[in-house]
């Protein structure tokens, strides 16, 4: 037997090596709502070449690294919706996700789809709380266990529980059920728990309503990684012991993420954030990204990059608004129109006007629709700030969307008011606007 004095001598090096090995590093990299921004916009900011350059040089100097994103990677730009959101997920296998969820736009091609970019993705596609017969997730997986620098992080991958009805249609969901979020992360999260040292959520969903009350009410879960919300957070967003981050959409910034991970207690014990620009001007793109977003840019490059006319200033979303209104009405001689703010998608830039831009601003393939209503049944949203005439008739011009879901919020603030007459494309209307316009002011 060894002397006591030698035993205990000989335990003092193991003290701080125990100590020291149950606290580990995790970086998560993260980015949301890349709406198949492929290239960089009007002021030289995002694109996916430069995005993935940027990845790749946050992992050189990594040793534990995750990149996770947040959902809505189609449904932006016209290579996603003339071809439907698949070259998006092609490109998307070059920047090296190691797990992404869902978001509501990826339904908008069809239920069907959505299966399908989960069949192109080469990086888990998940769907924690759209489940099918037997609970089946819709993209076949609700969660995945990678173990990064010797932690097991356990990523439940969720999407918005109120958006049938509201953002997608009914028809686009099919026979698929979306349930509640924090219900199916608090199960999902019960069930990983013995097998994981770290949990994360990956949530498409209301960053104050849903991710908050995800850190709030499921103490099993440490960190929210947020997609939906176009804004970002200004700074970490901290409830409950946990963590919250969301960005900026189109892939203008990256997010880091550096946690230092509890092992013992399964807690962050600390966490630092920072966004990192995607700045075209400094970043070099990656070569392999480049060459796939030149080639299927190219085979839309005929259709979209032609010019249309011309603006003398650059117009933001609630420019737009008014702008795209106008349009709507003059082209099918209605008195009013409406557009949700949702309906505007991006900028326009100052200078010459591509047909481009108007497929950036208007993505969605949604027809125009109009309506003969009295004044006094016309909506609250449309009657604001104007004189009407309760007993006269007047003409409303919106889309087929919005009249099909006019009581969701956001919307017309309406119910069972009907638009008999179809007419153009929304975005081929405002298109031909333009043509006759030739100068926006």
Same mark, same amino acid.
């Given at each position: 037997?060894?002397?006591?004095?030698?035993?205990?001598?000989?335990?003092?090096?193991?003290?701080?090596?125990?100590?020291?090995?149950?606290?580990?590093?995790?970086?998560?990299?993260?980015?949301?709502?890349?709406?198949?921004?492929?290239?960089?916009?009007?002021?030289?900011?995002?694109?996916?070449?430069?995005?993935?350059?940027?990845?790749?040089?946050?992992?050189?100097?990594?040793?534990?690294?995750?990149?996770?994103?947040?959902?809505?990677?189609?449904?932006?730009?016209?290579?996603?919706?003339?071809?439907?959101?698949?070259?998006?997920?092609?490109?998307?296998?070059?920047?090296?996700?190691?797990?992404?969820?869902?978001?509501?736009?990826?339904?908008?091609?069809?239920?069907?789809?959505?299966?399908?970019?989960?069949?192109?993705?080469?990086?888990?596609?998940?769907?924690?709380?759209?489940?099918?017969?037997?609970?089946?997730?819709?993209?076949?997986?609700?969660?995945?266990?990678?173990?990064?620098?010797?932690?097991?992080?356990?990523?439940?991958?969720?999407?918005?529980?109120?958006?049938?009805?509201?953002?997608?249609?009914?028809?686009?969901?099919?026979?698929?059920?979306?349930?509640?979020?924090?219900?199916?992360?608090?199960?999902?999260?019960?069930?990983?728990?013995?097998?994981?040292?770290?949990?994360?959520?990956?949530?498409?969903?209301?960053?104050?309503?849903?991710?908050?009350?995800?850190?709030?009410?499921?103490?099993?879960? !440490?960190?929210?990684?947020?997609?939906?919300?176009? *804004?970002?957070?200004?700074?970490?967003?901290?409830?409950?012991?946990?963590?919250?981050?969301?960005?900026?959409?189109?892939?203008?910034?990256?997010?880091?993420?550096?946690?230092?991970? *509890?092992?013992?207690?399964?807690?962050? !014990?600390?966490?630092?954030?920072?966004?990192?620009?995607?700045?075209?001007?400094?970043?070099?793109?990656?070569?392999?990204?480049?060459?796939?977003?030149?080639?299927?840019?190219?085979?839309?490059?005929?259709?979209?990059?032609?010019?249309?006319?011309? !603006?003398?200033?650059?117009?933001?979303?609630?420019?737009?608004?008014?702008?795209?209104?106008?349009?709507?009405?003059?082209?099918?001689?209605?008195?009013?129109?409406?557009?949700?703010?949702?309906?505007?998608?991006?900028?326009?830039?100052?200078?010459?006007?591509?047909?481009?831009?108007?497929?950036?601003?208007?993505?969605?393939?949604?027809?125009?629709?109009?309506?003969?209503?009295?004044?006094?049944?016309?909506?609250?949203?449309?009657? =604001?700030?104007?004189?009407?005439?309760? *007993?006269?008739?007047?003409?409303?011009?919106?889309?087929?969307?919005?009249?099909?879901?006019?009581? =969701?919020?956001?919307?017309?603030?309406?119910?069972?008011?009907?638009?008999?007459?179809?007419?153009?494309?929304?975005?081929?209307?405002?298109? *031909?606007?333009?043509?006759?316009?030739?100068?926006?002011?």
């Amino acid at each position: 037997m060894l002397p006591r004095r030698l035993f205990l001598w000989l335990l003092l090096p193991l003290a701080p090596l125990a100590a020291q090995d149950a606290t580990r590093h995790l970086t998560i990299l993260h980015s949301n709502d890349l709406h198949a921004h492929l290239l960089p916009n009007d002021r030289g900011m995002g694109g996916f070449a430069q995005l993935a350059a940027a990845v790749r040089r946050e992992r050189s100097h990594c040793d534990a690294c995750l990149y996770l994103n947040a959902g809505d990677l189609v449904q932006g730009t016209p290579v996603s919706t003339l071809f439907q959101g698949v070259p998006v997920y092609q490109i998307a296998n070059l920047l090296g996700f190691d797990a992404a969820t869902i978001g509501n736009h990826e339904f908008d091609y069809g239920w069907q789809k959505t299966q399908e970019f989960g069949r192109i993705a080469r990086f888990p596609l998940l769907s924690a709380n759209v489940t099918g017969e037997g609970g089946a997730a819709l993209t076949g997986k609700p969660y995945v266990i990678p173990t990064v620098g010797g932690i097991r992080v356990a990523i439940i991958g969720v999407v918005l529980g109120d958006m049938v009805g509201t953002m997608v249609t009914a028809e686009a969901v099919g026979p698929w059920h979306v349930l509640p979020v924090v219900e199916t992360v608090r199960r999902y999260a019960r069930e990983v728990r013995d097998r994981a040292d770290l949990i994360v959520v990956l949530g498409h969903i209301h960053d104050e309503q849903e991710a908050d009350a995800i850190l709030r009410d499921v103490p099993e879960v !440490s960190v929210v990684v947020v997609g939906h919300n176009h *804004d970002g957070y200004k700074g970490l967003r901290r409830v409950n012991g946990g963590f919250a981050v969301l960005l900026r959409s189109y892939g203008v910034e990256l997010g880091r993420l550096d946690l230092e991970v *509890d092992l013992a207690a399964k807690k962050v !014990s600390s966490a630092e954030w920072k966004k990192i620009p995607i700045n075209s001007r400094t970043i070099a793109p990656a070569p392999d990204v480049a060459q796939a977003v030149a080639e299927w840019e190219a085979k839309v490059s005929k259709i979209v990059d032609v010019p249309v006319g011309e !603006s003398k200033r650059r117009l933001g979303s609630l420019e737009l608004e008014r702008l795209v209104e106008r349009a709507m009405a003059e082209e099918t001689g209605s008195d009013f129109a409406f557009v949700n703010r949702g309906n505007i998608r991006d900028t326009l830039p100052a200078g010459p006007i591509l047909a481009r831009a108007i497929w950036n601003i208007l993505p969605f393939d949604n027809r125009l629709v109009v309506g003969t209503f009295k004044g006094s049944r016309l909506p609250p949203m449309v009657r =604001a700030g104007r004189t009407i005439d309760p *007993d006269r008739e007047y003409t409303l011009v919106t889309t087929d969307f919005t009249a099909a879901n006019q009581a =969701a919020p956001g919307q017309l603030g309406s119910r069972g008011l009907e638009f008999p007459k179809t007419a153009a494309l929304q975005r081929d209307a405002v298109i *031909d606007w333009i043509k006759k316009k030739k100068v926006i002011e």
